[in-house]
T-cell receptor, first 119, second 117 residues
């Protein structure tokens, strides 16, 4: 079974440019999460999709970030315009979630991350 | 708010020895889950082990075990018979309750483990 995949693995852009990150969850997983680790800090939650619906976007830092999951399969996270402080590693995770992701024991499986550097 | 504390920024262990990575948590919820993930230098996050707050037995998965002390709010990871391939960053994470929204993970800062030959 294929795991969570993310594209690109690395991205280097200039401040003010736009970048779109893509995540393909494990097939059949309804729940999709985005997390971010900024240099030197903890991994932080950004948002959670259940199928194509945004269940929780409380971690999105500001309106420069836009996440979509059309059709409930893959997801994209767009940063527009990118700022220096957006640099970090962006992780995607998925879980099976018949409970809508609400079971405390439901394991989230992570992708390899996208390393974003904004210059 | 939830909080996960990993007090060990880095640890060394001799190959074939056991090592304990510390994790304490803070929550007012009765129902929660604790997870450990491994992040090798290649960057992917690998799920290792899970402990539920109502589980009476400590979780074990192969060489990994979780020393769960509920009263102390600690969930330390024990790796037995360390191997060179265990060298990685290790993250402790928690999910609380069954809130209105899906339950995100809250992570600790991580512990870098280096296994010496």
């Amino acid at each position: 079974e294929a795991g969570v995949t993310q594209f690109p693995s690395h991205s280097v852009i200039e401040k003010g440019q736009t970048v779109t990150l893509r995540c393909d969850p494990i097939s059949g997983h309804d729940n999709l999460y985005w997390y971010r680790r900024v240099m030197g800090k903890e991994i932080k939650f950004l948002l959670h999709f259940v199928k194509e619906s945004k269940q929780d976007e409380s971690g999105m830092p500001n309106n420069r970030f836009l996440a979509e999951r059309t059709g409930g399969t893959y997801s994209t996270l767009k940063v527009q315009p990118a700022e220096l402080e957006d640099s970090g590693v962006y992780f995607c995770a998925s879980s099976q979630g018949a409970s809508g992701g609400r079971s405390v024991g439901e394991t989230q499986y992570f992708g390899p991350g996208t390393r974003l550097l904004v210059l | 708010a939830q909080k996960i504390t990993q007090t060990q920024p880095g640890m060394f262990v001799q190959e074939k020895e056991a090592v304990t990575l510390d994790c304490t948590y803070d929550t007012s919820d009765q129902s929660y889950g604790l997870f450990w993930y491994k992040q090798p230098s290649s960057g992917e996050m690998i799920f290792l082990i899970y402990q539920g707050s109502y589980d009476e037995q400590n979780a074990t998965e192969g060489r990994y075990s979780l020393n769960f002390q509920k009263a102390r709010k600690s969930a330390n990871l024990v790796i037995s018979a360390s191997q060179l391939g265990d060298s990685a960053m290790y993250f402790c994470a928690m999910r609380e309750g069954q809130g209105e929204y899906g339950n995100k993970l809250v992570f600790g800062a991580g512990t870098i483990l280096r296994v010496k030959s």
